[in-house]
């Protein structure tokens, strides 16, 4: 493993302060919304914004994301769990889970030889865009190592060669444990063990270059046109011990045609990619993103 010191890094755009977000889910019933906003409401918290979806309104499952302003919330925080477990989870039975929004998710990204996803998310992480702290990048190559210099994050590579990764893994478990909330695989061209996803014990987003679940594995912009697409896409999902069948967040494509060649379309692809996953990342770092077997409600 070798760290490339950074220098000192852009200063991102203010999150609100004293806002908090909750997403709420489980067994749908009479009551909930009412409850859950009573709770906020003799708290002394004003809702800016709640969404709510149940997928049957006759014992179905439901859920809620609430953006609520709550004055001094770092204080209040501690008391308003408290009332918001003895309603949410004791008189109804549901799982929830509350964030602060003036506190960005730490994000590791761990990228190989393609640098394009992860230029555009250090560059929106420059500009304020997505709410987060990019607290590292690793690399098993480094190529990259001087473009995320320059944007001042620290830059650390750890090669991964040969068919046992076990020791790569474990370094790389060593850098993100107690360090991270989420690890975005910005094109990481590594399988990642099931040893590695539970051990790493935060969520794991990957970009999968293709539109899934067509075209797995290597090669897919080779087999779409040899296939004679006229759409190609890419994937963003969380990774799950099934390679690239965990839940989606976001897709997206782009028309292609006769006349391009496989690398035409990798070129046009690699724009799709950027999108596709930087709107995946944004989503989960504002907790748009609630995870319900293999499916995701986006909110």
């Known amino acids: 493993m070798t760290l490339v010191e950074p220098r000192p890094a852009a200063t991102s755009a203010k999150l609100p302060s004293d806002e908090g977000v909750l997403l709420v889910e489980g067994e749908d019933q009479p009551?909930?919304?009412?409850?859950?906003?009573?709770?906020?409401?003799?708290?002394?918290?004003?809702?800016?914004?709640l969404d709510q979806y149940s997928d049957n309104p006759e014992g179905g499952h439901f859920f809620q994301r609430t953006v609520f302003h709550l004055p001094d919330f770092t204080a209040a925080r501690e008391d308003l769990e408290a009332k918001l477990d003895k309603v949410i989870s004791d008189d109804f039975g549901l799982t929830w889970r509350l964030n602060?929004?003036?506190?960005?998710?730490?994000?590791?990204?761990?990228?190989?030889?393609?640098?394009?996803?992860?230029?555009?998310?250090?560059?929106?992480?420059?500009?304020?865009?997505?709410?987060?702290?990019?607290?590292?990048?690793?690399?098993?190559?480094?190529?990259?190592?001087?473009?995320?210099?320059?944007?001042?994050?620290?830059?650390?590579?750890v090669p991964s060669q040969g068919a046992?990764?076990?020791?790569?893994?474990?370094?790389?478990?060593?850098?993100?444990?107690?360090?991270?909330?989420l690890v975005v695989l910005a094109?990481?061209?590594?399988?990642?063990?099931?040893?590695?996803?539970?051990?790493?014990?935060?969520?794991?987003?990957?970009?999968?270059?293709?539109?899934l679940p067509a075209f797995i594995g290597a090669g897919p912009y080779k087999k779409a046109k040899e296939r004679g697409?006229?759409?190609?896409?890419?994937?963003?999902?969380?990774?799950?011990?099934?390679?690239?069948?965990?839940?989606?967040?976001?897709?997206?494509?782009?028309?292609?045609?006769h006349s391009m060649t496989a690398a035409d379309m990798q070129r046009k692809g690699a724009n799709v990619e950027r999108a596709v996953l930087s709107r995946a990342v944004?989503?989960?770092?504002?907790?748009r993103v609630i995870r319900h077997g293999r499916e995701t409600v986006i909110f």
């Open 282 to 287: 944004t989503w989960h770092c504002e907790d």
């Open 229 to 257: 697409v006229k759409l190609i896409g890419a994937t963003a999902h969380y990774v799950t011990e099934d390679l690239d069948e965990g839940p989606i967040i976001e897709q997206d494509v782009a028309r292609v045609d």
């Open 100 to 157: 602060d929004r003036s506190v960005p998710k730490r994000v590791a990204i761990l990228a190989s030889t393609s640098d394009h996803c992860l230029l555009d998310l250090l560059w929106r992480h420059r500009r304020g865009e997505i709410p987060m702290t990019v607290s590292m990048v690793i690399s098993n190559h480094t190529n990259v190592a001087n473009d995320v210099r320059s944007f001042g994050i620290p830059f650390f590579h």
């Open 164 to 181: 046992d990764k076990s020791a790569a893994e474990a370094e790389i478990v060593r850098l993100l444990r107690g360090n991270v909330d």
């Open 31 to 49: 009551g909930l919304i009412q409850a859950i906003t009573t709770v906020l409401h003799e708290s002394g918290a004003n809702i800016v914004s």
């Open 187 to 211: 094109r990481y061209m590594q399988i990642l063990s099931p040893s590695f996803l539970e051990n790493v014990e935060v969520p794991v987003i990957n970009i999968h270059h293709s539109f």
